[in-house]
């Protein structure tokens, strides 16, 4: 049983918990999209790091997907409130010391932290809508909370590309005066609630295993073309990351009734919610490649300034909002997994554009710019009725716990992604178009295999 508040609240406090619940939720989404456009700036502060750098992104994306399930659990079981605030104040807090941060690997443990306040974020904002906006208006408090994320994705490069003018450790500052506003906000516009009868615990060693796992995986692969994909050192990383991955479902599998998994598997037998689940992963794995690389070929490739690439990335995620809405629409029409499969083969074709046309002399408007509209028209697609495709096939109970593993596949398929890109197109490799269209038919290969996937899904649930 959920407590409720001693009084509906009202119009007015409705409206300060929603602009609160979106302000956080836009920072932890912002911290996925803003930093990529700060790494060639970070490479240049850091040019003996490496590889290590990848790990800025990495460290903060396997936090963040991991412990969003168990966030959300603790969050039904000690209060949301206390656990929203709480995360707000450790990714604020985090994100001061990703700005003064001394060297890479003091940055990768703020980042790291900052993954830790981000999931306990997200993995208890929509929980807390549901809780306080009555049946009726549900509808468009979610549309609200669930527009956040494109917003942050179309801000991302822009807002990121002017702050890095000043410093790569403004991306990080811009979190603190809006996170300490919605704390304090918070604490008086957020009405506490929780899950009486939520009575398990999360499995720490479940989540231990697949942290590690999914880390040292990604390790493996982004050291793989300095110490050769042959050699024993790196056999031994991918082997053993594999190893680390299959303890924690197997530990998932055979946890007991008193304790959450890490791995919610039952969900999995869903065939639907399997394929969506899947076809997320792949695509965002295409999608978190095809960002980093992009931001490297317009900086490294053709030179641009950061402020200038940022403003050239942005008609992507524009797009990509604009067309979520009709996407959705089209998804109830022809069902949500064939519109996924049109959005997948969008993006294919995008990146097929880049590897088509792009040339070492600079054409933006006809070598890079349709390529930006197709990804951008791909990404409205594919996201929004993977989405509705995941979250259909459960039953209402589920609909929770279900929300919150096929976020964190999708952030898992990003953190491989980036590393898949890192083991062909390594960072301190000349930035030739025979190199850059490696990372692109990569970006190729996830994309047509998330269509792929959502096409199966769409015939299944036709």
Known sequence: MTTT???????RQLRVLLAVVSAATFLASLDLFIVNIAFPSLQAAYPAAGSSLAWVLNGYTITFAALLAPAGR??????RKRVFLAGLVVFTAASVGCAVAWGVWPLVGFRVLQGVGGAMVTGTSLALLLHAFPPARRGPAIAIWAAVGAVAAALGPPLGGLLVELSWRWVFLVNVPVGVLAVVVGLSAITESRNEGELRRTDLLGTALLVAGVAVLSYGLVEAPERGWGSRSTVLVLVGG?????????????VGERRE??????????PGFALASLAAALFFAGFGAMLLHNVFWLTEGWGMSVVAAGVALTPGPVVAALSA???GRLGRRIGPGNAAALGGLSFALGSLWWVWLVTA??????????GQ????LGVGLSIANLSTAASASLPPAQVATGTATFTAARQLGATFGVALLLAVVPLD???GVDVADRGWWLSIGLAAAAGLTGAVLGRRTR
């Open 373 to 376: 509209l197709l990804t951008g």
């Open 429 to 431: 490799a000349a930035q």
């Open 361 to 370: 002399t600079p054409d933006y408007a006809v070598a890079f710019l349709p």
């Open 5 to 11: 508040a001693e009084a509906p609240p009202t119009d």
């Open 325 to 327: 809405v009709p996407g």
């Open 242 to 254: 594999v190893v680390l991955l299959v303890l924690a479902v197997l530990r998932s599998a055979t």
């Open 74 to 79: 603790l969050a039904d079981r000690y209060g």
């Open 261 to 270: 998994p890490a791995l919610a598997l039952a969900l999995f037998r869903v």
